[in-house]
């Protein structure tokens, strides 16, 4: 499939939409508001013998959203979080979004740093991010955020269709390197609590172009949640034969007013590049299992006890298990 249509095909869909903007009401008064979200635990991990505790504050947003109209708005948000470098733990600060959208309800548009429709979406059908991020994201498959443009728009009631043209490197390499990602997503919703999701896209040169193919069916009730999601992405980095898949199984169910279960299981697995003896990503292939109850005292806290376990594909690798008490916070 030829880039350079695509990235027309997107570009026209824009500019099409943009020009249908309608006047905007008279009595509109342009305002903001300040947001943001704190993740934080204690957790102690099992490995080989040996445990480790810790505190941790895993991840903090702040940002600001402007609206200019009652369709044209903007976002700037920071996200703080932890990264190991030379095999010790800091603190880093990144430029999440910085984006101008618009959004008349029935199509939407925007453009910068933008999040991955995807992401948003898987995200918001887990319910559980401030814990375990999707699958997809932490297998490295797709980015949580990059330069680019996208619109959404919908296709009736029940469908609604997302097209992006990004940069493909996620928000922390913003470098140039003369390729581009293109990605397309539908969600469909048949009956009402019910989601099906098709994702696919692909990125570089034809013969080892990176593709990414997902397929989520849920059911997303108030008191019960249960969903699968099938995720596959061939030439991982552009690197012929890095081929991969996983398969994720999840639920939550409402025990009372403010306290959930919940459970998630995901499979990771690689594939055994030609003249090689082992699969090429088998450090992180394996078995990944996250369970818990959430606790939700007021509004816009949430805390859970939850334990986490990984059973690693490789022969001869230590189970790792972690036990945690984590929190959410935002305003």
Known sequence: MNIKYLSSALGFLVLTSVAALSQESDDFKPGGKLFGMLFANYHTTFEGGENNAAFEVTRSFLGFDYLFSE?????????????VINGKTIYSAYLRNAFIQYDDGRVLIRGGLIGIEQISVTEKIWGYRFLARPPIDYAGMIQVADLGVMTKFNAGEKVTFDLALINGRGFKD???????????GASLMPVENFIIRAYYDLMGPSGRMQRTASIIAAWTGPDFTAGAEYMRQNNHLKID?????????????RLADRVVLFARYDNIGSVIPEEETEPWNIDRDGSY??????FSPVRNIRISPNFM???????GSDLVSTIGLNIEAKF
């Open 71 to 83: 369709k044209l708005s903007t976002r700037i948000m920071y996200d703080g979080t932890t990264e």
């Open 174 to 184: 913003l470098a140039s390197n003369g390729t581009v990602k293109f990605t397309a």
């Open 241 to 253: 034969g890095n081929n991969y898949s996983g398969l994720s199984l999840f639920t939550r169910v």
């Open 289 to 294: 299992l996250f369970a818990g109850i959430e």
């Open 309 to 315: 376990g990984y059973i690693p594909a490789s022969d």
